[in-house]
């Protein structure tokens, strides 16, 4: 029996080890090249969406004609209600097509310091407009503000359950300092797509530098602890990052990336539990039939030998009957 199980059992051991340690490695490295290529992929989506909003903002900079109603209605210059409707049909209705010609943004909207300005919608605004985003409430909001609703009307319900991300820029003059504030403004779901695609066994989050995260759909228990290995090894670059990692029970693949622009990180995982397992459960059967065979052989081989052994006596028994028979 000792023989037995060194001659079989062992070495059967040592291929189901081997060749399935191979397998799961194959599994681990397959997904961890396909959620690279996941992060590329958004990783370029977000840059491109970046320079779509700083174009924008840009663009809106660089309008001297809104910079030159923003500073009268900064100082209370008088502006003739000619001006006003000339500055709406040419500057304004310029600015509003822009917006309207780029589908990446939600909208561009330019705050005066005040409430002298005559809104046009829906570029212009007063400065208690302004006051009604959540971003406006905060000490430091120029900059990039992250998952807030559009709060500028009272009634303006129909995209209340969409969250936003802006880039809060000030409009400084010369003379006159900050004559007014824009907000280029996105969806969180179209800069961010991975958060809310709900594809299964996989979820995406972002991490400020502030330190908030921010859900899309998906809100996982294991992100705050993937968290703390993430920043241990977060490279000072934009640089895409991939990990294997097995968690309370799971088997993950992690793989982020810091997007400085946006000073914070986004990390995408997958739960490759279900692959890991898959392999566990082939190497557990094929380990159980080759034991199961190893049995049968030797069993088989028991009962030859027992038959064998039959056999032979048998022959024994006729070679004495016979030698008794010749002596006779």
Known sequence: PVYYSFVMVIPIGVLAGVLFYVMEQNAVQENMDYMEYTMQRNGDGI???????????????????????????AIGGEISTADWLDFKNNEVSALER????NPLLYGVRVYAVNDSVQEMMPILYNASRMKKQEWSKQDKYVGWNFDYTDNIFNSY??????????????????????VGVIESAMTMENMFPSLYEGIEDEWSFFYSDEGVTYFGQKEQTESSALLDDILKQRPTEDKIQTIYKKLDGKNLVISYMQVRELSGTLICVKDITKNVHNVYFMRDVFVAVMLALSYCWRSYQRIVQHLLKQFYEILKSIRKYRRVILMS
């Not at 969406?49 to 209605?73: E, G, P, R, V």
């Open 157 to 178: 319900t129909m995209n209340q359950n969409r969250k936003i991300i802006s880039l809060v820029t000030p409009i400084i003059d010369s003379a006159n300092g900050k």
């Open 47 to 73: 840059k491109t969406k970046i320079d779509s909003i700083n174009m924008s903002t840009q663009f809106f900079l660089s309008d001297d004609s809104l910079l030159q109603m923003l500073n009268a209605s």
């Open 98 to 101: 822009l917006v309207n010609n």
